[in-house]
């Protein structure tokens, strides 16, 4: 079956870098398109960024445009989020998803990883 | 970007009673191809999000059939026939028409 299993959420200080990643399996992730949602502490869900199935092409939310890099690697199953320059509001649990057939569709989710920024 | 409005904020349903959420998109959410990119996600909590509905009306595979969306252009309406306990969470209304794509504020359904 299909898995997403989130990695490298932690505590860190306002203007750090950290790199989130995805683990997927149980599907060919090479045949489809990624993405991570965000949600703020009792907030609700902010999509983030997605990357082409083969990497071709990335688009940000401006929330995180030039701070943050959506990646993959199709050889080892595992998408990415490089996040630099990190400010308190990029607190949250990131989740990554998998699309179906168009962007909108996040058929699947993993159960999320949380990032704290804070001095 | 392309604003989603969700009504209402929350709603308490007596279960066996039917529910109605509505989104309201800030722009037509129909694409040149016909379809219209409108979806509705649930978050129970402590869960991520699932998708319930896709392209407006279509059930995501295991969604029982008390759930239904429709409408069109600019105004949608996820409906749920009969209430269950286990339908509790936070609905949210998501489009994909345009990137970035947005949500609804999201809408929380509790039982009476």
């Known amino acids: 079956q299909v898995q997403l299993v989130e990695s490298g959420g932690t505590v860190v200080q306002p203007g750090r870098s950290l790199r989130l990643s995805c683990a997927a399996s149980g599907f060919t992730f090479s045949d489809y398109g990624m993405h991570w949602v965000r949600q703020a502490p009792g907030k609700g869900l902010e999509w983030v960024a997605i990357v082409w199935y083969d990497g071709s092409h990335e688009y940000y939310a401006d929330s995180v445009k030039g701070r943050f890099t959506i990646s993959r690697d199709n050889s080892q199953n595992t998408l990415y989020l490089q996040m630099n320059s990190l400010r308190a509001e990029d607190t949250a649990v990131y989740y990554c998803?998998?699309?179906?057939?168009?962007?909108?569709?996040?058929?699947?989710w993993g159960q999320g990883t949380l990032v704290t920024v804070s001095s | 970007d392309i604003a989603m409005t969700q009504t209402p904020l929350s709603l308490s349903v007596t279960p066996g009673q039917p529910a109605s959420i509505s989104c309201k998109s800030s722009q037509s959410l129909l694409n040149s191809d016909g379809k219209t990119f409108l979806y509705w996600y649930l978050q129970k909590p402590g869960q991520p999000p699932q998708l319930l509905i896709y392209?407006?009306?279509n059930r995501f595979s295991g969604v029982p059939e008390r759930f239904s969306g429709s409408g069109s252009g600019t105004e949608f309406t996820l409906k749920i026939s009969r209430v269950e306990a286990e339908d509790v969470g936070i609905y949210y209304c998501m489009q994909s028409r345009q990137l970035p794509g947005t949500f609804g504020q999201g809408t929380k359904v509790e039982i009476k």
């Open positions: 392209e407006v009306s």
């Open positions: 998803a998998r699309d179906t057939d168009d962007f909108g569709r996040l058929t699947h």
